[in-house]
């Protein structure tokens, strides 16, 4: 099982694969290019993780709020290797103890945390993750471009 236990947010990178064969072929530092391109994205979804989770989010705005489920929030997420593929954990540790999976779908008499939701299970969060971290990638490719 994984690390942080069951995984609720996947991201299609293969559009990446001629952006970092691009970066590659210029002679970029493709691994950092990889690494500061998927914290970039860590941050950006462990921030809004945390945004989500105000009481006016929150079923019943927050009453039944204990702070568990932002103890369970993954923070400063760091990236990690399997030879040449590169991932990075973001959302909730489900090990811990915290209602984020109900948060994010609800439950048939609880209404899910709208912010949650959106993130999670919406494609436009995650376009909105792959732009991000397609930006930074473009970002190493000017360098390199500028630099030669």
């Known amino acids: 099982m994984a690390k942080y236990g069951r995984k609720t947010m996947r991201l299609d990178t293969s559009g990446f694969e001629s952006l970092i064969r691009k970066l590659d072929s210029l002679g970029g530092d493709v691994k950092t290019a990889a ?45 990690e290797w399997s030879g040449t593929v590169a991932s990075i954990p973001v959302g909730f540790d489900f090990k811990k103890p915290g209602a984020g999976g109900y948060l994010i779908s609800g439950t048939p ?34 360098k390199e471009m500028e630099g030669k």
């Open 35 to 79: 690494e500061v391109t998927l914290k970039k994205a860590g941050q950006r979804i462990q921030t809004d993780t945390h945004i989500a989770l105000n009481n006016s989010y929150l079923p019943a705005h927050g009453r039944y709020w204990t702070g568990k489920t932002s103890e369970s929030i993954i923070d400063n997420p760091t990236v």
């Open 109 to 142: 008499k609880m209404k899910p945390d709208p912010q949650l939701r959106k993130m999670y299970k919406s494609k436009q969060y995650m376009n909105e993750i792959q732009d991000l971290m397609i930006e930074s990638m473009n970002e190493f490719i000017l």
